[in-house]
Nanobody, 122 residues
């Protein structure tokens, strides 16, 4: 029922910033809290953060606090992940996901985007 399409990934130098976008289909976008995850090669998928239905509350993993910001624009059916002060260890495939619940576990998310590659390297 919800299709998620990510964009904005690419190659960036350490210390620079990047903004990822996730566009959702349908009129029900605002029913879902939206999360971001990432997965580095050889590692398990890791929770990054989540924003509630109306964009008034967020929760972040420790690795994202202070550098990453999640926001959403329900008029555009889009959620964003602003990443600042990027480090090589941020290199991963980044996924957006939709949930009618709330949490850091992959199992609570109902829909997933295709993923977009972020590479932080000089």
């Amino acid at each position: 029922q919800v299709q998620l399409v990510e964009s904005g990934g690419g190659l960036v130098q350490p210390g620079n910033s990047l903004r990822l976008s996730c566009a959702a289909s349908g009129r029900t976008f605002s029913y879902y809290a939206m999360g971001w995850f990432r997965q580095a090669p050889g590692k398990e998928r890791e929770f990054v953060g989540i924003v509630n239905r109306i964009g008034s509350n967020t929760y972040y993993a420790d690795s994202a606090k202070g550098r990453f910001t999640i926001s959403r624009d329900n008029t555009k059916n889009t959620v964003y992940l602003q990443m600042n002060s990027l480090k090589p260890e941020d290199t991963a495939v980044y996924y957006c996901a939709a949930t009618t619940g709330w949490g850091a576990q992959s199992s609570v998310y109902d829909y997933w985007g295709q993923g977009t590659q972020v590479t932080v390297s000089s």
